[in-house]
Nanobody, 123 residues
Framework: QVQLVESGGGLVQPGGSLRLSCVAS????????MGWYRQAPGKQRELVAD???????NYADSVKGRFTISRDNAKNTMYLQMNSLKPEDTAVYYC?????????????????WGQGTQVTVSS
C-alpha cells in the first residue's frame, strides 16, 4: 500500500556533499517519524538521523554538524543533506517511515523501508 523510494546516492570525494531524497507514495493518511539508516559492509544497520512530523530531529553523534535531515510533508518527502563526507560514511542508506495508510474504509499503521541507495566516499 505504501512505497518508499530513495535517490541521490553516488560516488563522492572526501569533503564533498550529497543530498538524498526519500519519496513516499500510496494510500497515505499521515506519515509519523521518518528516518535515515545506513549499513556498511559487515556492520549492523544504524540510525543516521530521524525527524518527527513536527520537525523534531535527532542525529547520530558521528554525523552531527555535518548532516541535516528535513522533510516536506506536503510532498511526503524527506531529505538528508550530507556535507563534509568521510570515507567512513560509505554505506547503503535506507529510508524508513512510520505510516498511517488507508485500506478500504479503514486506517492502518505500519513501518516501511526503502530499497536503499549506495553512498561511496572515496578519492
Amino acid at each position: 500500500q505504501v512505497q518508499l523510494v530513495e535517490s541521490g546516492g553516488g560516488l563522492v570525494q572526501p569533503g564533498g556533499s550529497l543530498r538524498l531524497s526519500c519519496v513516499a507514495s500510496g494510500n497515505i493518511f499521515r506519515i509519523n517519524t521518518m528516518g535515515w539508516y545506513r549499513q556498511a559492509p559487515g556492520k549492523q544497520r544504524e540510525l543516521v538521523a530521524d525527524i518527527t512530523s513536527s520537525d523534531r530531529t535527532n542525529y547520530a553523534d558521528s554525523v552531527k554538524g555535518r548532516f541535516t535531515i528535513s522533510r516536506d510533508n506536503a510532498k511526503n518527502t524527506m531529505y538528508l543533506q550530507m556535507n563534509s563526507l568521510k570515507p567512513e560514511d560509505t554505506a547503503v542508506y535506507y529510508c524508513n517511515a512510520g505510516v498511517i495508510y488507508y485500506k478500504s474504509i479503514y486506517r492502518y499503521t505500519d513501518d516501511y523501508w526503502g530499497q536503499g541507495t549506495q553512498v561511496t566516499v572515496s578519492s
